[in-house]
């Protein structure tokens, strides 16, 4: 298995669609290469604000395939590979690592609300079909099942599970993780990023950094030393109101409509989404104003 040490902030990144619906590939590469040559450290394309569940299994392996090729190893790639079945993320997750992932992130089975023990099987099932690690992704207002800190450690003694993206916003399940779990397993936060690297949290898995690479990567990069994070803290509170207009809802569209207003074409979510109605989108294009965003390409 892979040992390399994943670290700072990743983005879950939007699915570009061009003006038929198709995924979109030139604005795909556009899109990594900015990312990266604004200081992300790491990318996790279909993920939930990547809309996986609404890409067909071509399309999700033509975006793995994609952003892997283009990233070329300058970041880790983490490719969100879950389903319902887990024969089906067995295969996703298969498919991840001969196209050249770093890891996988996988959200538990969203429909089955399956116990710990199916739980656990699920997982332990998954990874010893595949020799990279996994991220487990604890969304339970999306799953329907919490991976509460002590299922987490009974997951954690999985070898290939090596990380958890934790997606509540009960910040103690960071510290509780780490507590229970040791070194066992490194923790992201999902919603909460500073209070998570606080809590000792190794990195941030963030939707806002789709908009703001730069500025998310720096909040992980200033938390490092413990005389910059004051510094940390006030940058972070100052893109607060960016970052809680893509935690809701609107994570999706909201993410899609920044990205328009900077200058990059990124389409509109798939159906059942809806773009965002005028009054949303108005408030994308003064966040957008307020903190100087645009695509500006090397």
């Not at 990124?266 to 100087?292: C, F, H, M, S, T």
Request: glycine share 8%.
């Amino acid at each position: 298995m892979k040992t390399m040490k994943f670290r700072g902030t990743y983005t879950v990144m939007i699915t570009p669609f061009d003006e038929q619906g198709a995924v979109d590939i030139p604005a795909l590469r556009r899109f990594v290469d900015w990312q990266i040559e604004n200081g992300i450290h790491g990318l996790v394309p279909l993920g939930s604000t990547g809309e996986f569940l609404s890409l067909t299994d071509d399309e999700r392996a033509l975006v793995a395939q994609t952003v892997i090729d283009q990233a070329a190893g300058r970041v880790p790639v983490l490719i969100g590979t879950g389903a319902e079945n887990t024969l089906d993320v067995i295969r996703y997750s298969k498919s991840a690592e001969q196209m050249g992932a770093d890891g996988v992130m996988i959200i538990p089975p969203f429909y089955s609300t399956p116990t710990d023990d199916e739980l656990f099987v699920h997982y332990d099932r998954i990874a010893r079909a595949i020799n990279i690690p996994i991220m487990l992704y604890n969304n339970p207002a999306t799953a329907n099942v919490d991976l509460v800190p002590e299922l987490v450690s009974r997951l954690s003694e999985i070898d290939n599970c090596t990380m958890i993206k934790e997606s509540t916003m009960d910040v103690t399940r960071v510290r509780d993780i780490i507590r229970l779990c040791g070194d066992r397993l490194d923790v992201f936060g999902g919603i909460m990023g500073f209070e998570s690297f606080i809590e000792g949290a190794v990195g941030w898995v963030a939707v806002a950094s789709n908009a703001a690479p730069t500025q998310m990567s720096q909040i992980f990069n200033l938390c490092q030393k413990a005389e910059t994070i004051a510094a940390a803290r006030d940058l972070y509170y100052e893109y607060t109101p960016l970052i809680r207009f893509v935690g809701g809802q609107a994570y999706v569209a909201g993410s899609k409509a920044l990205l328009h207003h900077m200058g990059l074409e990124v389409g509109q979510p798939r159906a059942p989404r809806l773009p965002l109605p005028a009054a949303l989108d108005k408030q994308a294009a003064e966040l957008v104003r307020q903190y100087k965003l645009a695509y500006t390409p090397a």
